[in-house]
């Protein structure tokens, strides 16, 4: 009887842990807005913007490529020139206006 008591009490941890786990990644993931995402020679347009963001300051991130797994990789050979930006949803603003103004002030 003891022993079931454990296993209940380690499977109710478990999910907690879960719960939790899942939370704060999802918090986390809701804080990025995707600015831009390109392919190709757009995509290498979309890099140097990413560095003129980071240059002057924003917090912001850059995915290249989509993650696939061993089953659909050969499916999504096109998908390796992928350039996504993403970044804070409170300078979003702020880089939709550093990003449209024009390039002899920046």
Same mark, same amino acid.
């Given at each position: 009887?003891?022993?079931?008591? *454990?296993r209940?009490?380690?499977?109710? =941890?478990?999910? =907690? ?5 899942? +939370? $704060? ?5 809701l804080?990025? =807005?995707?600015v %831009? ?9 979309l ?6 963001? +980071?240059? +002057? %300051?924003?917090?912001v #991130?850059?995915? $290249?490529? =989509? ?7 050969r499916?999504?050979? !096109?998908l +390796? !020139?992928?350039?996504? *930006?993403?970044?804070?949803?409170? !300078?979003? !603003?702020?880089?939709? #206006?550093?990003?449209?103004?024009p390039?002899? #002030?920046?």
């Amino acid at each position: 009887m003891e022993f079931m008591n *454990i296993r209940y009490f380690l499977i109710i =941890v478990l999910i =907690v842990l879960f719960i939790i786990i899942v +939370a $704060r990644r999802t918090k986390e993931s809701l804080r990025w =807005v995707l600015v %831009g995402e390109e392919f190709g020679e757009k995509g290498e347009q979309l890099h140097r913007d990413y560095e003129l963001l +980071a240059d +002057a %300051g924003f917090e912001v #991130r850059l995915e $290249r490529g =989509v993650k696939t797994s061993i089953f659909f990789r050969r499916f999504s050979k !096109d998908l +390796a !020139d992928r350039v996504a *930006i993403y970044a804070l949803k409170e !300078d979003i !603003d702020r880089i939709e #206006r550093f990003l449209t103004q024009p390039k002899k #002030r920046r």
